[in-house]
Structure formats: structure tokens, C-alpha cells
């Protein structure tokens, strides 16, 4: 996939993300939900080929409107193919943040194992 069209699919992907958590009543700003692809570009850069953005930079931690304890992550994930392995630092990394949940985004899916 060219720089162009993945620069454009992480840019929808973190919109969906954002306005998913927004419509569950986590407290995301306006101005995030509604960055335009070039603000994106501005902000995290557009050559992924080059790593810019690199996945982990488009992280979203984000607390409820109703307990700001009540933490969400949405996490990129830098592999490829995440296997138990990652699951397992993806949890440790939630109980060492004190994060109560996770979205996690990954480009081409789960080893079997990790299922």
C-alpha cells in the first residue's frame, strides 16, 4: 500500500476510534473528532513507509465522563501480527497504567494462539 493511501486508512481509523469512545461517554475534544487528514498529516507527519507516524504515536488514552478513573486505551499496534506474546505486554502495560480497558488496532490480525 502506498504512503498516501495508509496515511489515509490511519486517519479514518483513528476518527472511528475517537467518535467510538466519544459516543460510549469517554471525554474526547472536539478538536480531535474533528481533525481533517491534512491536520493529521501536520500532526503525526505522512510517511509511514518512514515510520511517521509511527503507529504507537496515534494512541489514544482517554477517561469516562461519569468516573475519570475508568480509563480506556486504544492502542496501534507496531506489529505486524500480534501473537501471545503482545497480548501479554498489552496487559501488563493496562495493570502497570491502571487502565480498566483496551481497544486494540492491528494491521493484519491475531497469530491463532492469541485468539
Known amino acids: 500500500m502506498d504512503d498516501e493511501s495508509l496515511i489515509y486508512n490511519l486517519w479514518r481509523i483513528r476518527r472511528t476510534v475517537l ?9 474526547v475534544s ?5 481533525q481533517t487528514l491534512d491536520q493529521f498529516k501536520d500532526t503525526y507527519g505522512d ?3 518512514e515510520n ?3 503507529r504507537s504515536h496515534l494512541n489514544v488514552v482517554v477517561a469516562h465522563n461519569d ?5 480506556l486505551i486504544a492502542r496501534f499496534s507496531d506489529q505486524e501480527k500480534n501473537g501471545v506474546k503482545e497480548i501479554k505486554e498489552y496487559c501488563k502495560k493496562m495493570e502497570d497504567e491502571h487502565l480498566t480497558s483496551t481497544i486494540l488496532i492491528v494491521q ?3 497469530t491463532p494462539m492469541a485468539r
Open 108 to 110: 493484519k490480525g491475531l
Open 52 to 54: 511517521k507516524p509511527a
Open 30 to 34: 472536539q478538536d480531535e473528532l474533528d
Open 47 to 49: 510517511k509511514p513507509s
Open 19 to 27: 467518535q467510538m469512545c466519544h459516543d460510549r461517554g469517554y471525554l
Open 67 to 71: 468516573d475519570p478513573t475508568n480509563t
